[in-house]
């Protein structure tokens, strides 16, 4: 039982290039989400998911796609990398409603030169 | 939408002392409250929550008390050990919503001195 993880760990771009994050999970959760975790400003949610093949915008959504095709997968992908971009990203996911707990991936260090 | 703000942002206590962490939130519809708990380089992970129904809920050395009609949480860690310094995160949700979207305050950085 791997719980949530992310690939890659790493990752170093240069502005205007694209990238995606994969995130997968084995819990059987509903629901799936995308934090940028930035010094100070603690965890900001990108864009989640509460079911296979939906997705809905977060807090801050600007410069982000996701995709849901499979229940286990949610892809965070940046189109055209800005530097404002760089950040460690958190993808997590929870069963669905009634407040239950995240569970976190180990987080993506993206730099953006 | 939610804005949750924590102070302070950095705290530094001495093993054995108690440490304490505020939080407040804006949404009066907020009624789920977790704390999150991040060692260096590693991911958040839940240590303790509560919900709208309870004032106060304890699990050891660690208590969260919430005044609802202020807007404000807190967490309190006694008797202090070495392992208790990380990064706390206090969060903010509306449970009836959909998505169970979390909204987190800034982190606070405990460091514990032995």
């Known amino acids: 039982n791997a719980g949530v993880t992310q690939t890659p760990k790493f990752r170093v771009l240069k502005t205007g290039q694209s990238m995606t994050l994969l995130c997968a999970q084995d819990m059987n959760h509903e629901y799936m989400y995308w934090y940028r975790q930035d010094p100070g400003m603690g965890l900001r949610l990108i864009h989640y998911s509460v079911g296979e093949g939906t997705t809905a915008k977060g807090e801050v959504p600007d410069g982000y796609n996701v995709s849901r095709l499979k229940k286990q997968n949610f892809l965070l992908g940046l189109e055209s990398a800005a530097p404002s971009q760089t950040s460690v990203y958190f993808c997590?996911?929870?069963?669905?409603?009634?407040?239950?707990?995240?569970?976190f991936g180990e987080g993506s260090r993206l730099t953006v030169l | 939408g939610e804005n949750v703000e924590q102070h302070p942002s950095t705290l530094s206590v001495q093993e054995g002392d108690s440490a304490v962490i505020k939080c407040t939130y804006s949404?009066?519809?907020?009624?789920?409250f977790p704390w999150y708990k991040q060692e260096l380089g590693k991911r958040p992970q839940l240590i303790i929550d509560?919900?709208?129904?309870?004032g106060e809920k304890k699990d050891q050395r660690i208590a969260v008390t919430l005044n609802k009609t202020a807007k404000h949480f807190s967490l309190h860690i006694t008797e202090t050990q070495p392992e208790d310094s990380a990064v706390y995160f206090c969060?903010?949700?509306?449970?009836?919503?959909?998505?169970?979207?979390?909204?987190f305050g800034g982190g606070t950085r405990v460091l514990v001195k032995p």
């Open positions: 509560i919900r709208s129904n309870v």
């Open positions: 969060a903010a949700s509306n449970v009836g919503a959909a998505g169970n979207k979390l909204t």
């Open positions: 949404d009066s519809a907020s009624n789920y």
């Open positions: 997590a996911s929870s069963y669905m409603g009634q407040g239950g707990e995240l569970f």
